[in-house]
């Protein structure tokens, strides 16, 4: 009866600990949890993304070991963004990561109203978007790194590029309240130069090449700042200008390997990176009181050889120390 009694001991054990391994029991299943969600697909997006990761790795946060990441990506749906946000609130993670204006203004009340923290990344105007009240009133739950950049410097580039230039060409999403931000003081500052904007709205990045096309003959050249939609059509705009021998430019080093002539761009693995800060610490047991939002992301300007040499342009010599040229289509 008692070897019986230890079979049937034995036979138990064994069972519980097939059962813990088929279902992962034996894993801890309390890891702090990291959700990572982003607007649409477009190398820029994924560049942060990566040195998110990476940085998170390098500082002893494994997906799989120490915490647990989960990543959605709306491609571009913002029906599909909001069944991502209930999921994600319903996880009840640890810390929620919206790359992209749109995730974030989608995530925010809920991830408040949840008391999940909120970390945005690859957010131009967090103020004009309603995310927080000024840089420093952060308490909310909610913070973050933009990537708003003073458009001085990206209208001084172009003008060096094109030194009689009138009439710029601007390709953008109206439903993208971080390009209507950014474009509204751009403008501004054109308006001093002598630059006037001709301006193609990007309803879905389907449309982007042939808005593209809509403008030219009326621009001495394109731009497109940090417009999501924009940006994930970039080579589609770069092909046009350059089969029309019109210089693009843009806001991103990723869309200047896509075609785009130049742009005055963030290191966009430095800005994942920074991103990755503010994630250590809220998983370490800070809140996002204790970082305020931060641009403090170092940036250079971007040349693509290959369109350089399609259009025939010479790199102007006050330029020409600060470009680091790349290759790409």
Known sequence: MLFKLFRLGAILVVSLILVFKIFNLDRPQDLPVVAITQIISHK???TVRDGLIKRLG?????????IKIIYDNAHGNTSVAAQITKKFIAMHPKVIVALSTTSA??????????????VFSAVTDPVAAGLVAAYNKTSEGVTGISDYMPSGPQLEMIVAFVPNIK???????????NSVAFLAQMEQEAKRRGVVFVRGAVNSTAEAATVAKSLIGKADALFFPNDNTT?????????????NN?????????????????????????MGEKTAEIVEGILSGKSTGS???SHDVPSEIVVNRQTVEKLTITIPWVLSKKIRAVSGS
């Open 44 to 46: 820029t997006l994924d």
């Open 58 to 66: 390098k500082e002893g946060f494994i997906d799989g070991k120490t």
């Open 105 to 118: 203004q989608l995530l925010m009340k809920p991830a408040q109203e949840a008391g999940i923290p909120l």
């Open 167 to 177: 009439r710029l060409g601007v390709l953008y999403n109206p439903g993208e309240t």
């Open 231 to 243: 940006m994930a059509a970039a080579a589609a705009v770069a092909q046009v200008a350059k089969n």
């Open 246 to 270: 019109v210089p693009l430019f843009a806001n991103d080093s990723e869309s200047v390997k896509d075609g785009a002539l130049a742009a005055v761009a963030y290191d966009r693995i430095a």
């Open 291 to 293: 970082y305020p939002v």
